[in-house]
């Protein structure tokens, strides 16, 4: 039994005051034998710590910390590849033992505004590496939409930041989302803005942007520079699928990719929301979002240069498609617009087709290849009779001389 210092000083105390062992044992209710231990003691002795329970988490814990080496994953990440490795424990003894020994990392507080259902929606762009396309490395970019007072978010990764990749994008977002609200906020991208002015309504826009928002009929804004926190939601949502999603992420083609990202949005909009502590898809209700049915229909074609190959092919995300076989070796042009593509050689087009899903695929048109083998026929006919020429002897070359040689010879001019 381990005794308090109030309850040693009260022993020692009556001993002091002419108490036996006995009566001290009696007044207290501790046993002689403690108060005799005690009294011989000058110091109490520091508590022994208790060998600590064991956890769950035990077995989880060299992998947490491992993951949390490799980079920023979220809690909630690292909860969800323990369950799947056997931990049958709860999120919050994950959360806290990850708030115990992650990396400190500073964060500024800011302070946020908040947006009315269906007023605005915040876009971002974020790099994400490299990947292998077709044999060349591309940076992979990651397109963010999140609706501000819901927070239903809209991620889509991509192989461009060019602006008919910003426009697509939008109208994705648009799709999956049900429309659109009044305003988007935006930081200074060129896809978007060429020349900022103190006032949004005044900036130089992009030509090819401003003809798409003005025919949905939402409104651009601009954040104000060096103002990061009135895009703070857009811009958590960027590092939050970095941390929550892509880090760590296999994946065979840009389109697993992006149907890995779906999962995991339908998973985020349906949990509660760390700021709001609602769920996104309860507030989304709330949004009123405008319709798209009141939009006309716009196309939005995306440009891309590609080599045709010597056996009439070109390549694209990962696959292969023929063209004429008239047109190998040539330089075409891809028009892409809504899942398929139109090749164009020298202002001609020559074929379309559908993009095809995954990688390694090919998509072959017979017709791209009739006539070619007629014509290889003849061609190796032409080199068959060019090696059937006979072959010619051609004797001694005999000198040709003038007349006047002769001449001379008949007139003895030589001796």
Known sequence: ?????????????????????????????????????????????????????????????PYILEKLKEGPYTASRLYR??????????????????????????????????????????????????????????????????????????????????????????????????????????DNMKQVVIKRALKSSDSEWNSQFE?????????????????????GKIENTVGYVKRDFFLGRQFTSLEDLNGQVNRWLERVNSTVHG???????????????????????YKVIHKETRKVSRDCYISFLGNKYSVPYRFAGR??????FEGKFDVYVDYEKICE???????????RKKEHFQGLLSEILKENSKCKKASQIPLKFSGP?????????YETFSEGGFE
């Open 1 to 61: 039994i381990m005794l308090k210092m109030e309850e040693w000083l009260l022993i020692r105390d009556l001993y002091s005051q002419g108490f036996s062992i006995s009566e001290i044992s009696r007044q207290t209710g501790f046993d002689r034998k403690t108060v005799r231990k005690y009294l011989l003691l000058k110091t109490l002795p520091e508590p022994q710590k208790r060998p600590g329970r064991k956890s769950k988490l035990d077995p989880f814990k």
């Open 81 to 186: 590849e323990i369950k799947e490795m056997g931990f049958d424990g709860g999120k919050t003894i994950v959360k806290d033992f990850v708030q115990k020994v992650r990396p400190d990392q500073g964060i500024p507080a800011v302070l946020r505004y908040e947006t009315k259902p269906g007023v605005q929606a915040q876009v971002d762009w974020g790099e994400l590496g490299t990947v292998e396309v077709d044999g060349k490395v591309k940076k992979l970019f990651c397109f963010n939409m999140i609706l501000g007072y819901s927070r239903m978010r809209y991620v889509e990764f991509t192989l461009s930041i060019d602006t008919p990749t910003l426009i697509q994008c939008h109208r994705n977002a648009f799709e999956y989302f049900g429309g659109f609200t009044q305003e988007i906020l935006y």
């Open 211 to 231: 003809d798409f928002f003005k025919c949905f009929g939402f409104i651009p804004r601009l954040c104000r520079p060096y103002r990061p926190q009135t895009k």
């Open 275 to 297: 700021t709001t502590y609602q769920i996104p898809l309860e507030r989304f209700k709330e949004e009123n979002l405008n319709p798209l049915g009141q939009v006309p229909p």
């Open 331 to 336: 330089t075409a042009e891809l028009q892409i």
């Open 353 to 363: 087709h559908e993009i095809l899903l995954g990688n390694c695929r090919v998509s």
């Open 397 to 405: 070359e005999v000198e040709k001389r003038s007349l006047d040689v």
